[in-house]
């Protein structure tokens, strides 16, 4: 077997707008085998899940850090030994020195896998980890697994032994009302916080408008096919329609995409649009950068490759960083209607919403169109309702004929 070296596992360098992180999920046991690169543990920061790999191969010998605990930049999370994996043996009952040495049966250690915390939850509960039932990945056992099991061992046995008789109750409703308090990640309390500081310290309002969709509907429908055809499989969706109005509009209005610092309005010469994406941990809004630079299908492939990465948290903070102005769909949930919020410092956010057939009036006749409503919701601090009207309207002029972003009208 080769030489082991000790090695400390560090948290990593945070960027300038991020203080601190939280260790959010340790992926590996003390004494379990890794290769060199396998993620062992995941920082949540207020912006992102980062990841932190083993840096050989090797074992954990000991965990400082457990979930839930809050680490600076280049603090010492864990510490490693390289050698040959296929000597390292799995001793999970092994921790740093002035943890607490969690005991359990011999099935707990040898068959079980679950989280440090999860063991000490365990432990403190009176639960051998045989009990609980695991949820994570390759039936890892979590905090929430065991505060399950808990709450499932208060339940009423309901075995076939009669219970004592009691003097009988009446009007009893018969049910369960469990309650399950945990804490909110970082990311949704970074949320949280933003969206009630864009409330106290912007004059927000919202205008609204809608937009007949047959146009982009027929275009999208009659080439289609030949779209994904001369661009390797991408296909044509509505975002990226929306995305080029967006821009041709800014260009025509520059102070909505503008922003304020202090008492200085910052005009910003290009156009990186936000595009707010669900994800498991919360909303984010990777930034499309040099938008105006794109093609439909460059547009199309980035925002496809933004959400596939913001559902498995693999977005950085330099893919959120900046923006000058955001589009919000929450037609995609079914919103018929809504106030987006904006995303400081920006000053305006656009939001989409359901394509809803409605009875309009076209030239003297009422008639069936596939009509969508827009919100344009800005600060009116910098932004008059009458431009903020104005730049709306225009992206509606775009999207009900496109010709006009061609013919720069």
Do not use: C
């Amino acid at each position: 077997m080769a030489d082991s070296e000790s090695v400390e596992i560090k948290a990593p360098e945070f960027p300038e707008s991020v203080a601190d992180g939280e260790v959010a999920t340790w992926h590996v046991q003390v004494g379990e085998a890794v290769r060199r690169d396998q993620v062992i543990v995941d920082i949540e920061t207020d912006k992102v899940v980062l990841e932190v790999v083993a840096p050989a191969d090797g074992k954990l010998v000991a965990i400082v850090k457990e979930e839930g605990e809050t680490v600076l930049a280049d603090e010492l999370l864990a510490t490693f030994e390289t050698g040959d994996v296929g000597a390292a043996a799995p001793s999970p009952t092994t921790r740093a020195p002035d943890s607490e040495t969690p005991t359990s049966d011999a099935s707990d250690s040898d068959d079980v896998i679950a989280s440090p915390a999860a063991r000490k939850m365990a432990e403190e509960q009176g639960l051998t980890l045989s009990q609980v039932a695991g949820s994570g990945k390759d039936g890892r056992i979590t905090k929430e697994d065991v505060l399950k099991a808990v709450a499932d061992a208060q339940k009423p046995s309901t075995s076939s032994t009669p219970a004592p008789q009691k003097a009988p109750e009446t009007n009893e409703v018969s049910g369960e009302r469990l309650e399950r308090r945990v804490p909110m990640t970082r990311i949704r309390a970074s949320i949280a916080r933003r969206l009630v500081e864009a409330q106290q310290t912007a004059a927000m309002l919202t205008t609204f408008n809608e937009v007949d969709m047959s146009p982009i509907m027929e275009l999208r429908s009659r080439y289609k096919e030949e779209f994904e055809k001369a661009h390797n499989g991408t296909r044509l969706g509505f975002m990226s329609f929306f995305v080029r109005s967006s821009i041709e509009a800014l260009k025509r209005f520059p102070l909505v995409n503008a922003s304020i610092d202090g008492n200085d309005i910052v005009y910003h010469g290009y156009q990186d649009i936000g595009v707010a994406v669900g994800s498991p941990r919360g909303l984010v809004v990777p930034v499309l950068r040099d938008a105006d630079s794109l093609t439909l299908a460059e547009i199309e492939d980035q925002i496809r490759d933004f959400g596939s990465r913001a559902q498995e948290n693999k977005l950085s903070i330099a893919d959120m960083t900046g923006g000058t102005f955001t589009i919000s769909n929450g037609g995609v949930f079914g919103s018929l209607l809504s106030t987006p919020i904006l995303n400081p410092p920006q000053t305006a956010i656009l939001g989409m919403h359901k394509i809803a057939d409605r009875p309009v009036a076209v030239n003297g006749e009422v008639v069936i169109r596939p009509m969508m409503y827009l919100a344009l919701s800005y600060d009116h601090r910098l932004i008059d309702g009458q431009e903020a009207v104005r730049f709306l309207v225009k992206i509606k002029d775009f999207l009900e004929e496109p010709a006009r972003i061609l013919l720069d009208l």
